[in-house]
């Protein structure tokens, strides 16, 4: 059975910084890309960003370029999502999964911001920044 399990999130101003992580267990991680969606109240589920079984390559949505940071610790089971400069639109639940098909990049990079494409998924956590 996969679980996933966030943290992190909570109530933090404009301008400032959380980090939230994803503990995976269930499915040999290391070989699964994972993703990070974000949910607003009455708003479809969005793609934020994707990180590859190995780290090598991560994917954003534009919206979260240059402020978001997606990594991972394959000895931990667990992938993070650093977020700086929040502003209050990024306010929202935010959601880790874990992608269907491991080590096939070309699926990987076809697929990585569409929520069909991952199987597993967290319970969420709230992230709210304040103006």
């Known amino acids: 059975q996969v679980q996933l399990v966030e943290s992190g999130g909570g109530l933090v101003q404009a301008g400032g910084s959380l980090r939230l992580s994803c503990a995976a267990s269930?499915?040999?991680?290391?070989?699964?890309?994972m993703g990070w969606f974000r949910q607003a109240p009455g708003k479809e589920r969005e793609f934020v960003a994707a990180i590859s079984w190995s780290g090598g390559t991560t994917y954003y949505a534009d919206f979260v370029k240059g402020r978001f940071t997606v990594s991972r610790d394959n000895a931990k089971n667990t992938v993070y999502l650093q977020m700086n400069s929040l502003k209050p639109e990024d306010t929202s639940v935010y959601y880790c999964?874990?992608?269907?098909?491991?080590?096939?990049?070309?699926?990987?990079?076809?697929?990585?911001?569409?929520?069909?494409?991952?199987?597993?998924w967290g319970q969420g956590t709230q992230v709210t920044v304040s103006s």
């Open positions: 269930g499915r040999t991680f290391s070989s699964y890309s």
């Open positions: 999964a874990i992608y269907a098909t491991p080590k096939l990049f070309y699926s990987f990079r076809s697929g990585y911001a569409s929520r069909g494409q991952y199987d597993y």
